[in-house]
């Protein structure tokens, strides 16, 4: 009994299921919503921004924007009743074109539609591109580029081969606002490259062509540094020695001063083992939740010296560079997108002037931190240069 039970309520549940009405809105009627009006163009950099006075329609529940970027490649760009503007971006040069309005309701009717014509400023691409430069670097080039708006951007390198093609060096993808990225491991022959900038839909810029030729640069074998405690210099704190600086390994580990000491701010002094001219250190951050906060260096100095002074003195020490650390997004502190972390897990380059001296010593001196506070911490140091 039980049984049959049972196979009654399933058979009765089936017959349910198979007589509900699908699931989702369905159409009210076939009456098209009214079109937009008064339609307003502010050309923008790349785009425009359209404001319109809205159909008085009840059903209303969208507005789109359809328009053609390049070719035949469409795009749509909606905006929803609670708004009458709309924009649309991503051309890649400063044509007229036509933008195609159309009011959408809920019954998914489409009003008449309505074109309007704007001419976009010049795109991002464009004026990014004219502030491309590429110059000879230690170990490579180095490229360098303005971007005000933030525009997300990829600067791609061009190296000619053996064919006398240019093909992609390498990418840098930024939204720096004073954009660079260098390219190392080259050897010291000359070459001829290309650089150009490209957007998210694919717009580029002209390529620029350079023919360059690479300066010498090795890295200083981490080996031979030997910690130098001078008078005046930072301690440490306990299971964070100077030494875990060029240990090979960064991440939550490395070197820490003292906080609480009532001295600020504070200087470390390290013997690199052998003369030579230092083109860039890189600077490796504690990780975790310390990206671009905390106790990571913001403002420091690079001091250099042949002949070590033991009294502490900087009198005999050359400042090599001013360093600034540089947060890519310009997000406040502890707010960190993928750039900025990769920026802090790969290691920051502080490029030093060619026409430093040559120096045995070094001497960094933390000025301000991320947290401005009393004590910094550096996971890894990278020094770079000719040191024949």
Same mark, same amino acid.
């Given at each position: 009994?039980? !049984?049959?039970?049972?196979?009654?309520? &399933?058979?009765? /549940?089936?017959?349910?299921?198979?007589?509900?009405?699908?699931?989702?809105?369905?159409?009210?009627?076939?009456?098209?919503?009214?079109?937009?009006?008064?339609?307003?163009?502010? #050309?923008?950099?790349?785009?425009?921004?359209?404001?319109?006075?809205?159909?008085? #329609?009840?059903?209303?529940?969208?507005?789109? &924007?359809?328009?053609?970027?390049?070719?035949?490649?469409?795009?749509?760009?909606?905006?929803?009743?609670?708004?009458?503007?709309?924009?649309?971006?991503?051309?890649?040069?400063?044509?007229?074109?036509?933008?195609?309005?159309?009011?959408?309701?809920?019954?998914?009717? $489409?009003?008449?539609?309505?074109?309007?014509?704007?001419?976009?400023?010049?795109?991002? @691409?464009?004026?990014?591109?004219?502030?491309?430069?590429?110059?000879?670097?230690?170990?490579?080039? !180095?490229?360098?580029? $303005?971007?005000?708006?933030?525009?997300?951007?990829?600067?791609?390198?061009?190296?000619?081969?053996?064919?006398?093609?240019? @093909?992609?060096? $390498?990418?840098?993808?930024?939204?720096?606002?004073?954009?660079?990225?260098?390219?190392?491991?080259?050897?010291?022959?000359?070459?001829?490259?290309?650089?150009?900038?490209?957007?998210? %839909?694919?717009?580029?810029?002209?390529?620029?062509?350079?023919?360059?030729?690479?300066?010498?640069?090795?890295?200083?074998?981490? @080996?031979? /540094?030997?910690?130098?405690?001078?008078?005046?210099?930072?301690?440490?704190?306990?299971?964070?020695?100077?030494?875990?600086?060029?240990?090979?390994?960064?991440?939550?580990?490395?070197?820490?001063?003292?906080?609480?000491?009532?001295? %600020?701010? !504070?200087? @470390?002094?390290?013997?690199?083992?052998?003369?030579?001219?230092?083109?860039?250190?890189?600077?490796?951050?504690?990780?975790?939740?310390?990206?671009?906060?905390?106790?990571?260096?913001?403002?420091?100095?690079? %001091?250099?010296?042949?002949?070590?002074?033991?009294?502490?003195?900087?009198?005999? %020490?050359?400042?090599?560079?001013?360093?600034?650390?540089?947060?890519?997004?310009?997000?406040?502190?502890?707010?960190?997108? #993928?750039?900025?972390?990769?920026?802090?897990?790969?290691?920051?380059? /502080?490029?030093?002037?060619?026409? #430093?001296?040559?120096?045995?010593?070094?001497?960094?001196?933390?000025?301000?931190?991320?947290?401005?506070?009393?004590?910094?911490?550096?996971?890894?140091?990278?020094?770079?240069?000719?040191?024949?």
């Amino acid at each position: 009994m039980k !049984h049959n039970i049972f196979i009654s309520i &399933a058979l009765g /549940f089936l017959a349910f299921a198979c007589s509900e009405e699908p699931i989702g809105q369905q159409p009210l009627d076939q009456i098209p919503p009214d079109a937009v009006s008064d339609v307003k163009v502010e #050309n923008i950099p790349g785009g425009a921004i359209l404001t319109y006075i809205l159909p008085q #329609n009840e059903d209303l529940l969208y507005v789109k &924007a359809v328009y053609s970027l390049r070719d035949s490649l469409m795009s749509e760009t909606r905006a929803s009743l609670y708004s009458d503007t709309l924009k649309v971006e991503g051309f890649g040069d400063t044509k007229e074109r036509q933008v195609k309005l159309i009011a959408v309701d809920r019954s998914r009717n $489409e009003s008449p539609e309505l074109y309007a014509t704007i001419a976009p400023l010049e795109p991002p @691409v464009a004026t990014i591109g004219k502030s491309l430069s590429l110059v000879p670097d230690f170990g490579g080039v !180095h490229s360098y580029w $303005e971007n005000p708006t933030r525009a997300e951007i990829s600067t791609i390198i061009l190296q000619k081969d053996q064919n006398d093609e240019y @093909v992609p060096l $390498e990418t840098f993808y930024s939204s720096m606002v004073e954009g660079d990225g260098a390219t190392r491991g080259m050897d010291t022959i000359a070459s001829d490259f290309g650089i150009y900038v490209q957007d998210r %839909w694919e717009n580029r810029s002209e390529i620029k062509y350079y023919t360059l030729t690479p300066i010498y640069e090795t890295e200083f074998d981490q @080996v031979k /540094f030997k910690a130098v405690e001078l008078p005046g210099d930072a301690g440490n704190v306990g299971g964070w020695p100077k030494s875990n600086m060029w240990d090979g390994a960064n991440g939550d580990n490395g070197y820490s001063s003292p906080g609480g000491t009532g001295t %600020w701010p !504070h200087s @470390v002094t390290i013997d690199l083992g052998v003369t030579g001219q230092l083109s860039r250190l890189r600077v490796f951050q504690r990780l975790g939740g310390y990206v671009f906060a905390e106790g990571n260096p913001r403002k420091f100095e690079v %001091w250099g010296c042949q002949t070590l002074d033991p009294t502490g003195s900087w009198d005999n %020490w050359t400042k090599l560079m001013d360093c600034t650390s540089i947060k890519p997004s310009g997000l406040p502190m502890g707010q960190n997108t #993928n750039e900025d972390i990769d920026v802090a897990t790969n290691g920051e380059d /502080f490029i030093c002037s060619p026409t #430093n001296p040559k120096v045995r010593y070094i001497r960094i001196k933390v000025t301000r931190t991320w947290a401005g506070g009393d004590n910094f911490q550096i996971s890894e140091l990278e020094v770079y240069g000719d040191n024949r």
